[in-house]
């Protein structure tokens, strides 16, 4: 992947970054900041990338691995607690009638 | 088929439903479906990452590989699930504080590795090394000392407060960016380590001296920072997928960022150098003692509320800290069952992070349609008899309204004085996250009910079932 290309994913994705979230109801602050904040444990992806080309390199092979675990520490903690803010919202209405 | 197509055909459906996940949590209809969306979205990325070392010819994946994936797959997801199932509702934002601040040290640590064993030493990739090490590091430490400060871990030094940390922090920048300058020409190892050292510290430094009101500002800011380093290890390791999401989620909490500054009414610089409030406010000396305060017993209360048509509740920090809102509930349904008419005013900034006071009512199963919005709600307090503040303090202060030195001045806040009757249920007399005086509690329709909230809340239960209210 050449420079050019690179720096134009990254404007491309900043773009729609900036697209994507126009008004948010306060209500969901917090759960969208918190299901953002786990894809951005997307640095996974690099860790994985780290492991798998370390070969035997045993000390690459460690960091990556730790890095890979703090990722997924982000992505899945990220994205379980904010489906259990979500899940509050949820249960509205229909069960409130009876 | 070329397995480097078939990545590229999975990250591209990855990316799209990442964008969708998004763009879904910011409406409520779509947040919960589109939460696990983005979550099927990053595990397919990982589907992509394998089947292209898996399939192309001549990589594949070694048995250790495989080893050492599995162990941090199964460490951090497991200490992951773990920490979201258990911690509390009250303390959601120091979790996503701790969460995003362990998303920075990935970044980093992968910068680390690459550095000290896989450069290919072309100016891009030490670039974007570099970059990655510097956010990483801020993000880390930043997100960590927002998550002490609001653990209540660690308090407000007040040496941050003086004008001399905006010395100590300029310094270390400069430090910081000598030292980025120097690894571009050469890299060497302590001078990677100085970068690395010097960009956490002053991580610290900008974050500690923010005051804890503004603290939700702070992590959504830090949430975009480490969007920015995912995206630079992305050039690192030159993947498309990771430059996409990252960026998208730096632009995305940026947005998010100016619109959570925008309810406080407070700028993005006022926020990261300003300092606490009450530092301000020292200066303006806009506070001064209170003079006409009246303190009445729950009994009093309990008949006040039993006469009344109209009621609004207004919650804030000290109702999760006590966790009394199924009390909170429990009163309101009573009040219903006569016929009393209940809402609650949400402030945007109510509680230690936007939404707060939301998700807390939501747990005690509050009928959605109650809670009402800043906006929505101002205009009905001169029509309603009774406003119950239960640990809010900044969000109902009428100076943010009258008085222009105050620097709670111009903020939106709740106008809970136009009611016939206020009654604040509070611990003591201390001032609120901004430590300003709160002139709402000197009015002559105000009337202070000391206790922690759950308790005042459990004898006003009692006192109005004696009352006969509620009861059928």
């Not at chain 2, 960016?177 to 991580?203: D, R």
Request: with cysteine; proline share 4%.
């Amino acid at each position: 992947m050449d420079f050019a290309q690179a720096f134009w994913v990254l404007l491309l994705g900043s773009l729609l970054g900036l697209e994507l979230i126009g008004k948010v109801p306060p209500t969901l602050h917090t759960p969208l900041m918190s299901g953002a904040n786990a894809v951005s444990g997307i640095t996974m992806l690099a860790a994985l990338t780290l492991i798998i080309t370390a070969k035997d390199n045993l000390p690459l092979l460690i960091i990556g691995s730790i890095s890979l675990g703090f990722a997924l520490f982000n992505v899945v903690g990220g994205f379980v607690v904010t489906d259990r803010m979500l899940a509050m919202f949820n249960r509205k209405p229909s069960k409130k009638l009876k | 088929m070329d397995v480097s197509l078939i990545q590229s055909f999975i990250n591209l459906i990855a990316v799209l439903l990442l964008a969708l996940g998004i763009k879904g949590l910011s409406k409520v209809r779509s947040a919960k479906e589109a939460n696990r969306l983005a979550a099927f979205a990053m595990f397919l990325s990982i589907i992509g990452l394998l089947t292209y070392y898996l399939g192309k010819p001549g990589e594949g994946i070694t048995q250790q590989s495989w080893l050492w994936i599995i162990i941090g797959t199964f460490v951090g997801s497991l200490f992951g699930a773990i920490l979201a199932k258990r911690v509390p509702m009250t303390s959601m934002p120091e979790t996503v504080a701790l969460f995003n601040g362990c998303g920075g040290m990935s970044s980093l640590l992968v910068a680390i590795g690459v550095i000290f064993f896989q450069r290919n030493e072309t100016f891009i990739q030490d670039i974007s090394i570099l970059i990655s090490i510097f956010v990483g590091s801020i993000t880390f430490s930043g997100s960590i000392i927002a998550m002490a400060k609001l653990q209540g871990w660690l308090s407000t030094p007040s040496w941050t407060q003086s004008k001399i940390r905006h010395l100590i922090n300029i310094s270390i920048a400069i430090i910081s960016i000598v030292a980025f300058l120097n690894l571009i020409q050469s890299v060497n190892t302590s001078t990677i380590w100085l970068l690395v050292i010097s960009s956490t510290i002053l991580g610290i430094g900008v974050t500690l001296p923010i005051g804890g009101a503004d603290m939700p500002v702070v992590i959504s800011l830090l949430n975009s920072y480490s969007g920015i380093a995912a995206a630079a290890a992305g050039f690192v390791v030159g993947s498309q997928l990771l430059i996409v999401a990252g960026a998208m989620v730096g632009a995305a909490g940026l947005i998010l960022t100016q619109v959570m500054c925008k309810g406080m009414n407070r700028s993005l610089v006022s926020v990261l150098f300003g300092g606490t409030l009450s530092s301000q406010s020292k200066k303006l000396d806009s506070g001064g003692e209170y003079t006409n305060i009246t303190s009445c017993s729950v009994e009093e209360c309990a008949l006040t509320l039993e006469a009344a048509n109209k009621v609004i509740i207004v919650p804030g920090y000290g109702l999760a800290v006590a966790q009394a809102q199924h009390t909170l509930r429990e009163v309101a349904k009573i009040l219903e069952q006569n016929d009393i008419d209940v809402s609650y005013a949400i402030h945007p900034v109510a509680g230690r992070m936007p939404g707060h006071m939301n998700v807390l009512l939501a747990e005690a199963d509050v009928p959605y349609e109650q809670l009402k919005e800043m906006d929505n709600i101002n205009p009905d307090f001169p029509a309603t008899d009774v406003v119950l503040v239960l640990g809010a303090n900044d969000v109902v202060n009428p100076q943010a309204k009258s008085d222009q030195n105050s620097p709670l001045y111009g903020m939106p806040v709740l106008d809970v004085q136009e009611a016939r009757t206020v009654f604040v249920i509070k611990r003591g007399m201390s001032a609120g996250y901004s430590g300003i005086k709160n002139d709402l509690f000197d009015l002559p329709n105000t009337s202070m009910v000391f206790g922690d909230a759950k308790q005042v809340l459990s004898e006003l239960m009692t006192e109005l079932k004696e009352l006969g209210v509620g009861a059928k």
